[in-house]
């Protein structure tokens, strides 16, 4: 037979055309898909159309069997094919995904409920500055100082009434107007020149407290009939001469202190439950530090202490009203006291007509009676009304009672502290009111002569006005 590629004439049982490599077997139908794949894999030539050129054989049936056997093998790397195997596509793992998915969401949520807080706290803010029911005065100045002394008042100052406050080279004080019913607020240098009045107030000034252009002070304010009506904390602005409400009450406030950065107070109500308060410098924060159901006396601010006198007994706690301790029992009444270098000085009334000023030692031991020392004692039938202690000298105001309680004599006196140099300053038939040091004059209230006074003490009461 002849090859029905080339033409030439080749044996009648041969499978392939030993002159050109054509295969001489018609495929099965049953065998077109096998044929196709064949043909597409076609892993070694990248022409199909293009077939190579075989060697003469001798033998045909050789050749037959080496091209049956690459035949074999063309169709078992069929599957290896880098034309023909597809690769899988490579997916990213799920976790990956979900993880960068979530980081997302957290930072999406963080980032809304923080804008949520700030919006939340600006109308906070907002809110509390317009309220006017207890409006106060946001202070342009950071205070933070260790003693009530630096900032410019005292707490011996303030324990007798606060009628004068220093600061610098100036004193700042309260001068009775001419209208009995209003206050002015006036100032001096330390030589007791260059009188400045800043503002009258329609009532009574007291514990006046001053910080840079910041002047504290408590404001009572009366009807016609002189009733009592209100009680308030006021700020007044020495640079823009402006006044501003921190605090207002019906009830009574006595003894302010500005410590710090914390204002102090103690409101005592007609029923005779007291509270001392707290306060920070822009007033926003008002705050119970302790309540009684009876009265307290005398609250103060020693250094980092609270001090009062309650039903008779002196006392001293923190600033939160934690760690009350009991510091001096009168077996009557006490009548004043003052804190100075750790010692306590206190005038007491242990017999109904006879008083002593007495001191005691702050951290002197278990056994407080050793530690209680008189220092002098004082006229029958008096009382102690104010006492402050400065440097190593005792002020006190004595005032003598007849039977009836009226007023015979009132004095202000001095001594050391060791119980020697007694001395009156002034002398009046009617009582003095308030009992403050600054610098070299001591400042009181004359209600005979219904004003303000003021005696050098470095001199002699001969410099008084």
């Known amino acids: 037979m002849f090859c029905k590629s080339c033409g030439t004439k080749i044996p009648d049982d041969s499978r392939f055309c030993f002159h050109c490599g054509e295969s001489t077997v018609i495929p099965l139908e049953n065998t077109a898909e096998e044929e196709k794949k064949t043909t597409v894999a076609a892993p070694k030539y990248s022409d199909v159309t293009a077939v190579p050129k075989f060697p003469e054989f001798s033998d045909y049936s050789e050749f037959s069997d080496i091209a049956e056997k690459d035949l074999e093998e063309s169709a078992a790397a069929e599957n290896e094919s880098p034309y023909m195997t597809l690769p ?15 980081l997302g969401l957290v930072f999406g949520l963080a980032g809304g409920i923080t804008l949520l807080f700030l919006l939340l706290s600006l109308v906070l803010t907002i809110t509390a500055l317009s309220k006017t029911n207890t409006p106060f005065f946001d202070l342009q100045v950071d205070v933070h100082t260790e003693s009530s002394n630096e900032i410019g008042n005292t707490a011996g100052n303030s324990l007798c009434y606060g009628i004068a406050a220093m600061q610098g080279d100036t004193i700042y004080y309260l001068h009775e107007a001419s209208n009995i019913d209003e206050d002015k607020l006036k100032s001096i240098d330390l ?9 009258t107030f329609d009532g009574d000034i007291s514990d006046i407290n001053v910080i840079g252009d910041q002047l504290f002070f408590v404001g009572d304010s009366y009807d016609a009939d002189y009733n009592h009506v209100d009680s308030g904390v006021y700020v007044y602005d020495l640079y823009s001469d402006t006044l501003e409400e921190i605090y207002v009450t019906e009830d009574t406030i006595y003894n302010l202190y500005v410590h710090s950065d914390q204002i102090y107070f103690n409101v005592s109500t007609e029923n005779g439950g007291d509270q001392i308060l707290k306060a920070d410098l822009d007033g926003f924060y008002v705050q119970t530090v302790l309540t009684k159901e009876d009265y307290i006396y005398a609250f103060a601010v ?8 309650y039903q008779e ?3 001293r706690c923190d600033f939160n009203g934690q760690h009350e301790t009991e510091i001096y029992a009168s077996p009557n009444t006490i009548d004043a006291y003052c804190v100075a270098d750790d010692v306590i000085y206190i005038a007491d009334h242990p017999e109904a007509d006879r008083p002593v000023i007495k001191k005691l030692l702050l951290n002197g031991g278990e056994n407080s009676e050793e530690n209680e020392e008189d220092v002098i004692f004082l006229s029958e039938h008096a009382d102690v009304w104010y006492l402050n202690v400065v440097e190593d000298t005792i002020y006190y ?35 003095y009111y308030g009992l403050a040091i600054c610098g070299p004059w001591l400042f009181s209230y ?4 219904m004003k303000t006074i003021k005696i050098n003490i470095s001199a002699t009461a001969s410099n008084s006005i």
Do not use: H, M, W
Not at 302 to 309: E, K, L, P, T
């Open 88 to 102: 899988a596509e490579k997916k990213k793992p799920p976790q990956d995904k979900a993880k960068k998915s979530r």
């Open 191 to 199: 030589n007791g020149n260059n009188e400045q009045v800043y503002f």
């Open 302 to 309: 020693f250094d980092d202490s609270i001090y009062y006198v």
């Open 313 to 315: 007994t002196l006392y």
């Open 397 to 431: 105001i004595e005032v003598t009672t007849n039977e009836n309680d009226e007023t015979i004599n009132s004095k202000i006196c001095s001594l050391y502290t060791d119980g020697n140099g007694k001395q009156t300053l002034l002398s009046s038939k009617e009582a």
């Open 446 to 449: 004359d209600n005979n002569k």
